[in-house]
């Protein structure tokens, strides 16, 4: 019971005035600036590198028109960013409706710009008007310079507002724009670029837009020869190229991958304009067991998917069935191929470019023109089925590829059942032995503790809460499902038991297998490894079941990792005295930290080999205790990295691996590549 001090008067109720005086109404800049993650997703590390993107995605949106064919992003020395294109220019001249320069308008409002002329632009990325307009309004200080009509303009910005006119710098006989900005301080959780986010996608806009030539040059960083780091992206052949990088770790069947190519002009009844609708698609086969589908729509990675990617499942799989069922080779089999079958082993990059796209949700994951879905799924039946009349070895090898990946399906689905053993509910009946649950049954506040071997499992179970934090020890090391059949993983006790304790179930659809996450048990599931090479490699196998078979759980946020301290630093006996450390720079200012103390005894620096080595208040207090832990949460900024990166760390190829691992063992955990 609290003492009377702690007691505190009830207030007297306020009534609340609400009334047309409360309703703010903000617009432009002001709406950006309070609410920045409504435009750019967030003020994190990735809201940062969005700026990048709708800059550079301007650009290509001028390669896409057949008006740019190089674009220079460069990182200066104190973080700021030049992307300089080689396009037509933002127009310097006076805006009638406006009364001000078309390029003050474009940088200073919010949906304005060419992308909503089709004769301007007929394919855009940046549909919304909004891309540098937001870069300009987050930005401490903005340059942008436009070279067009054989004349220079510059003007110059503050946080969104103009701190110059509208200069006339000479004239020119280029073309193209350049904006130089430097991110606002006060508005980003932190304003230092990555130079691997912003060459991932880079690479990844080449891919899609072939002859393209992308270059990036990081100021920050020099060479054996003092010269800045510079990469350059540019490709021939696009999407053929993209799955050959791809599958540059995996054991191709097919000697070049089928490409498709489509397109298609529509009339609009209500502008009474036409649309023209692209669709290219590259695709080839593997010995692998997992099938890897990278759908984009005006060069925005749509990571969940949509109409295109729909009809692309029933296009391949009409053209594969009819093939089949013609040439008896199913019958032979005795076997009835699913939509699943079709794909497994099967690497496919899909690229649609429209008119006017129609995106779910404000980052654009998912596509859904109604009309592009028949389109998708008229040209792969049409192209595939002539491509595997007129090849007929690699036809074969695929279709012993689907039969062999049909019967174990069959298997798969045995093995699947046992471990559902669904009720009429659709949830599982019985939870594994080794779990030890939360008593809470509020899946949004609770925790599974993912931890590796039973020797710390009693400490944990010891410190933990036990109305939200749930345990799953693991034995050994899990099965590494990028190399074993689905029915293999379900066969795996391990897995099941995990698969068991989230909850989670398989459903089969038209579009193939789904994982439903409706029943999931807890919001946050933590993997927790010791902080060793064993550790590291658990991690990652735990981290490949989850990318590969759940990627749902990874797109929702409800991964994470724990990461513990790896020493413990204190002087004498005092507890007051004792510093968590994650690194040997904290080790040393811990110990410059203690010695400056004038309380007695030695300066101890204990390094914890495993967790099994923490009793239960310092597993609390350093990893259990929200208030005081470190969590990293799993994300997925580039499907495309991730999905390489698993191939090379965790599939049967192994000269990328050691390349991987020599190029990186010296400079950072394994795991942090991820």
């Given at each position: 019971m609290a003492s009377s001090k702690d007691e505190k008067a009830p207030k007297k109720k306020q009534i609340n005035?609400?009334?047309?005086?409360?309703?703010?109404?903000?617009?432009?800049?002001?709406?950006?600036?309070?609410?920045?993650?409504?435009?750019?997703?967030?003020?994190?590390?990735?809201?940062?590198?969005?700026l990048v993107s709708e800059v550079v995605d301007n650009a290509v949106d001028e390669a896409i028109a057949g008006y740019c064919t190089e674009?220079?992003?460069?990182?200066?020395?104190?973080?700021?960013?030049?992307?300089?294109?080689?396009?037509?220019?933002?127009?310097?001249?006076?805006?009638?409706?406006?009364?001000?320069?078309?390029?003050?308008?474009?940088?200073?409002?919010?949906?304005?710009?060419?992308?909503?002329?089709?004769?301007?632009?007929?394919?855009?990325?940046g549909l919304h008007g909004v891309g540098v307009s937001c870069v300009n309004f987050l930005s401490d200080h903005l340059t942008a310079t436009t070279h067009k009509d054989g004349q220079i303009y510059q003007q110059t910005y503050k946080k969104g507002i103009r701190t110059s006119d509208l200069k006339h710098l000479g004239t020119t006989d280029k073309h193209g724009t350049t904006i130089h900005f430097k991110p606002d301080a006060t508005i980003f959780d932190t304003t230092i670029f990555q130079y691997k986010m912003i060459a991932t996608r880079l690479r990844e806009l080449s891919f899609l837009n072939p002859k393209l030539k992308l270059i990036l040059t990081d100021m920050r960083t020099t060479d054996e020869e003092g010269l800045p780091k510079t990469d350059i992206f540019y490709s021939e052949e696009g999407l053929k190229d993209f799955i050959r990088y791809l599958d540059i770790n995996r054991d191709?069947?097919?000697?070049?991958?089928?490409?498709?190519?489509?397109?298609?002009?529509?009339?609009?009844?209500?502008?009474?304009?036409?649309e023209r609708t692209e669709v290219e698609i590259a695709l080839s086969y593997n010995t692998g067991h997992s099938e890897h589908i990278i759908s984009y729509a005006n060069s925005i990675n749509t990571f969940e998917g949509g109409t295109h990617l729909a009809g692309l499942k029933r296009g391949l799989t009409r053209a594969m069935k009819a093939y089949g069922e013609k040439s008896k080779i199913f019958e032979k089999a005795k076997i009835t191929p699913s939509g699943d079958d079709f794909r497994e082993g099967a690497t496919i990059v899909i690229s649609v470019k429209l008119s006017d796209p129609q995106f779910s949700g404000q980052e654009k994951a998912r596509l859904t023109n109604v009309n592009v879905g028949p389109l998708v799924e008229n040209g792969i039946k049409e192209c595939l089925s002539e491509y595997l009349e007129e090849h007929p070895k690699q036809a074969k090898t695929i279709m012993d590829k689907v039969i062999l990946a049909a019967r174990a399906r069959q298997a798969a689905k045995k093995a699947r059942d046992l471990i559902q053993r669904k009720s009429p509910l659709g949830t599982s009946s019985a939870l594994p032995g080794k779990l030890?649950?939360?008593?809470?049954?509020?899946?949004?506040?609770?925790?599974?503790?993912?931890?590796?071997?039973?020797?710390?499992?009693?400490?944990?179970?010891?410190?933990?809460?036990?109305?939200?934090?749930?345990?799953?020890?693991?034995?050994?090391?899990?099965?590494?499902?990028?190399?074993?059949?689905?029915?293999?993983?379900?066969?795996?006790?391990?897995?099941?038991?995990?698969?068991?304790?989230?909850?989670?179930?398989?459903?089969?659809?038209?579009?193939?297998?789904?994982?439903?996450?409706d029943k999931l048990r807890y919001h946050k599931i933590i993997i927790m490894t010791?902080?060793?090479?064993?550790?590291?490699?658990?991690?990652?196998?735990?981290?490949?079941?989850?990318f590969r078979h759940m990627p749902e759980l990874i797109h929702k946020g409800y991964i994470y990792i724990a990461l513990p301290p790896l020493y413990l630093v204190k002087k004498g006996n005092h507890h007051e005295h004792e510093r968590y450390c994650w690194d040997e720079a904290q080790v040393q200012a811990a110990k410059e930290e203690l010695n400056a103390l004038k309380a007695r005894g030695d300066?101890?620096?204990?390094?914890?080999?495993?967790?099994?080595?923490?009793?239960?208040?310092?597993?609390?207090?350093?990893?259990?205790?929200?208030?005081?832990?470190?969590?990293?949460?799993?994300?997925?900024?580039?499907?495309?990295?991730?999905?390489?990166?698993?191939?090379?760390?965790?599939?049967?190829?192994?000269?990328?691996?050691?390349?991987?691992?020599?190029?990186?063992?010296?400079?950072?955990?394994?795991?942090?590549?991820?």
């Open positions: 005035t609400y009334s047309a005086s409360s309703i703010q109404v903000l617009e432009g800049r002001e709406a950006v600036r309070k609410r920045p993650g409504m435009y750019i997703g967030g003020v994190g590390i990735k809201g940062l590198h969005h674009v220079n992003v460069t990182i200066g020395i104190d973080n700021e960013i030049t992307i300089k294109d080689n396009g037509r220019g933002i127009p310097w001249d006076k805006h009638k409706g406006e009364n001000l320069s078309a390029l003050e308008v474009v940088m200073t409002t919010l949906h304005a710009g060419g992308k909503f002329n089709k004769d301007s632009y007929n394919v855009t990325g191709a069947l097919l000697p070049s991958p089928i490409h498709v190519s489509k397109q298609m002009v529509t009339e609009n009844k209500a502008t009474q304009t036409q030890t649950d939360c008593s809470s049954k509020d899946a949004s506040i609770c925790e599974l503790f993912l931890l590796e071997g039973v020797s710390a499992a009693g400490t944990v179970k010891g410190g933990r809460r036990r109305d939200i934090q749930a345990v799953l020890p693991l034995r050994g090391k899990i099965l590494n499902i990028e190399k074993a059949q689905e029915h293999k993983i379900y066969e795996s006790q391990e897995i099941a038991n995990i698969i068991t304790a989230l909850g989670v179930y398989f459903q089969d659809t038209e579009e193939g297998r789904v994982t439903n996450i010791d902080a060793d090479v064993d550790g590291s490699h658990i991690r990652t196998l735990i981290l490949t079941l989850f300066i101890i620096v204990q390094r914890y080999k495993g967790l099994g080595e923490m009793n239960e208040d310092q597993i609390w207090d350093t990893t259990l205790n929200p208030d005081t832990r470190i969590l990293e949460q799993v994300t997925i900024e580039s499907a495309v990295e991730a999905d390489r990166l698993f191939s090379i760390l965790m599939g049967d190829s192994i000269p990328p691996r050691r390349a991987l691992i020599e190029k990186h063992a010296k400079d950072v955990d394994m795991a942090d590549i991820l």
